[in-house]
């Protein structure tokens, strides 16, 4: 009887963890999205039209202007930008 019990809580344990596995999956995948949004919003609407036999060039050319845009933020952002006046990062 007790060896029931103890299965029956651990298979409850396994579902817990595979729920919170899903969840964390989840938000990171709606982060990079949010992050590349804009470039996998275009190139998505490219393929679409293109699937569709419209011409998708426009959004194309949109996706590589966001790509271009993200590109040229991250090489002006660095570590530095993170960091406090006295040069160390928050928390520290």
């Known amino acids: ?20 596995i899903v969840a964390l999956i989840a938000i990171a995948a709606i982060a990079a999205f949010a ?12 393929m679409t039209k293109e ?18 845009g993200a590109a040229g933020e991250a090489k002006t952002k660095g570590l530095k930008d993170y960091a406090d006046s006295g040069g160390k990062l928050e928390g520290n």
């Open 1 to 20: 009887m007790r060896f029931l019990k103890r299965l029956r809580n651990q298979s409850g344990q396994g579902m817990t963890e595979y729920i919170i």
């Open 35 to 46: 992050y590349f949004g804009g470039t996998v919003r275009d190139q998505t609407a490219a």
């Open 51 to 68: 699937l569709a036999g419209e011409d998708g060039s426009t959004e194309i050319k949109k996706a590589q202007k966001d790509a271009d």
